[in-house]
């Protein structure tokens, strides 16, 4: 099975700042990465698809990048409506597998 | 509007069993893979099974594999889950989420409001 390790758990942050998450499979996945965003007692939504495209309708502030093993979800001005929980995803082999979750906290 | 609607959680014995159901709407069911994604309170998300389009293949993680299948009902656009020699381990919301594209993709988008299962005495 594909292990996905995201860094850090958590991260405290300002209205404003730019806010890097890193997710690393053990082992390659080419580009077979998802990237989702849960607030608290919601169903989690897609943010980011095949490491870099934006899902419709999510803003422009988040980005992704990376392929093989090493993945970034960057989000470069953090908005009130950003804090949550954001997990990493690979999609390339089942048992598809996520990441241990970031929560993004206001400092 | 793509819905999914999630039902049939609640409190079950450790040994017993539960069958979900996921009804979908607003796109061709048959069209395109679903899967279980479940999350034990204040944990993460984990995977449980997936299903393709037709239902000829099916998936597992390794925690619920020879207790949980997966199925769907082309008739009734409905995905289940059943559940069968459950443990306190599998407490968790229970959601079920679509695969975007026609072609497998194997992320997920959109998810149900997911349905609570309690396992416990």
């Known amino acids: 099975d594909i292990q996905m390790t995201q860094s850090p758990s958590s991260v405290s942050a300002s209205v404003g700042d730019r806010v890097t998450i890193t997710c690393r499979a053990s082992q390659g996945i080419s580009s077979w990465l998802a990237w989702y965003q849960q607030k608290p007692g919601k169903a989690p939504e897609l943010l980011i698809y095949a490491a870099s495209s934006l899902q419709s309708g999510v803003p422009s502030r988040f980005s992704g990048s990376g392929s093989g093993t090493d993945f970034t979800l960057t989000i470069s001005s953090l908005q009130p409506e950003d804090f949550a929980t954001y997990y990493c995803?690979?999609?390339?082999?089942?048992?598809?597998?996520f990441g241990g979750g970031t929560k993004v906290e206001i400092k | 509007e793509v819905q999914l609607v999630e039902s049939g959680g609640g409190l079950v014995q450790p040994g017993g069993s539960l069958r979900l159901s996921c009804a979908a709407s607003g796109f061709t069911f048959s069209s395109y893979a679903m899967s279980w994604v479940r999350q034990a309170p204040g944990k993460g998300l984990e995977w449980v099974s997936g299903i393709s389009g037709s239902g000829v293949n099916t998936y597992y993680a390794d925690s619920v594999k020879g207790r949980f299948t997966i199925s769907r009902d082309k008739s009734k656009n409905t995905l289940y889950l059943q559940m069968n020699s459950l443990r306190a381990e599998d407490t968790a919301v229970y959601y079920c989420?679509?695969?975007?594209?026609?072609?497998?993709?194997?992320?997920?988008?959109?998810w149900g409001q997911g349905t609570l299962v309690t396992v416990s005495s």
């Open positions: 989420a679509k695969d975007p594209g026609v072609a497998a993709e194997n992320w997920f988008d959109p």
């Open positions: 995803q690979q999609a390339n082999s089942f048992p598809l597998t």
